[in-house]
């Protein structure tokens, strides 16, 4: 996962905030939605962008990671 400086505080506001939506960036793998997925309240749902060739290969099992997951952007500017 590519992690920003600022990803655990992010993560941290998202979790206490009203957010019913967040949006995930440059996903590559289904640990990471599962690994935001644990972090977050079972009430927000997630949104993954796929923007990297690797994402693209780990299409199917970032897409089957958590029901929790409901829309895959593609990020075509970056692939």
Known sequence: MHRHPW?????AACATS???????????????VQAVAARLPEHVVLWAMIETPCGVMQVEAIAA???RLQ??????SDI
Do not use: R
């Open 71 to 76: 829309v895959l952007v593609m990020g075509t």
């Open 7 to 11: 990803f655990d505080d992010d993560l």
């Open 18 to 32: 009203a957010a019913k939506i967040v949006v995930l960036p440059k996903v590559e793998t289904a640990e990471t």
């Open 65 to 67: 990671a958590t029901p």
